[in-house]
């Protein structure tokens, strides 16, 4: 990984982090694991990964510090670019969630987050940690979250085909695959801390 693309994740991680931890205080609906994880169930977390107010944000704010660093630069620093950059961000992310929640439901992998209940700040970061890379099953068990580990590499991969030149690379692919890591990471981190509604 270059300078150039070393810096780029860690300003992004770094933007995606900081969004994040301003939100901790925001309401948002979740579905929590209790429900089964039935094909109506898997349709709601795909819209509301997609299509929350969250998801929104996140998007937009991801959009917004690549237009301040203008990246990609094909794109430019202006509104238009800011527009196209959404619709990239955006589109990335849906990739990634239909081929995750379409690839986990054929051996039922549930991919939706389960706040820990009565452990400290560390079991509970530690437990954000571990459901970035495992998941439940059907019947409520931890197992790896293998549909996630093909679907975060594949759809950094796979979006090289639509990415301007300067972001369609092997090295871009694996920073995206490592940024979509760290920003479930920090996505769990949120819905751990969040307060309780």
């Known amino acids: ?3 150039h693309s070393s810096s780029q994740f860690i300003r992004r991680s770094a933007s995606i982090g900081a969004f994040l931890l301003a939100t901790v205080f925001t309401r948002t609906a979740i579905a929590q694991t209790a429900d089964p994880f039935n094909g109506t169930e898997r349709l709601r977390w795909l819209v509301h990964q997609n299509l929350s107010p969250t998801a929104v944000a996140v998007n937009t704010v991801v959009a917004a510090e690549e237009t301040a660093t203008n990246s ?10 800011f527009g196209k950059r959404v619709g990239l961000v955006t589109a990335n992310y849906g990739v990634k969630s239909v081929m995750e929640a379409g690839i986990g439901s054929i051996w039922g992998e549930d991919p939706r987050y389960d706040r820990t209940e009565g452990q400290g700040f560390r079991g509970r970061v530690g437990h954000a940690f571990k459901m970035t890379f495992f998941a439940r099953d059907r019947q409520g068990n931890y197992m790896p979250a293998y549909a996630r580990y093909l679907a975060i590499p594949g759809s950094s991969f796979l979006a090289n085909s639509w990415m301007p030149d300067s972001d369609s690379n092997t090295a871009e692919a694996l920073s995206r ?7 479930r990471f920090a996505s769990n981190v949120y819905k751990e801390f969040r307060p309780r509604h």
């Not at 695959?177 to 920003?183: D, E, H, I, K, Y």
């Open 177 to 183: 695959t490592g940024l979509s890591f760290a920003g």
């Open 1 to 3: 990984m270059s300078f």
């Open 72 to 81: 990609p630069r094909e794109y430019g620093p202006h509104w238009a670019g």
